[in-house]
């Protein structure tokens, strides 16, 4: 098992996705539910693909914290 971070963000058209640590995996989609599930989908996939290709599966290396600030 590993876990990997996610980053969701907010665009013009709906959310997109993207796994730090495993470049290239990125999804996007009109609702964040629609892009969250396209970027899980992505992360199987881009998996399974290094798995096929005998590629070493990355390790998670990237943390993520929230910080709230007054302004």
Do not use: Q, W
Request: hydrophobic letters at 40%; one cysteine or more; aromatic letters at 10%.
């Amino acid at each position: 098992m590993v876990k990997y971070v996610i980053i969701f963000e907010k665009t013009e058209t709906g959310f997109c996705a993207y796994v730090p640590d495993l470049p290239g995996c990125i999804a996007t989609g009109k609702t964040r539910n629609s892009v969250e599930k396209n970027i899980l989908d992505a992360i199987r996939f881009h998996l399974e693909g290094l798995k096929e290709e005998n590629i070493k599966i990355p390790l998670s290396t990237t943390n993520a914290e929230t910080f709230v600030f007054a302004v």
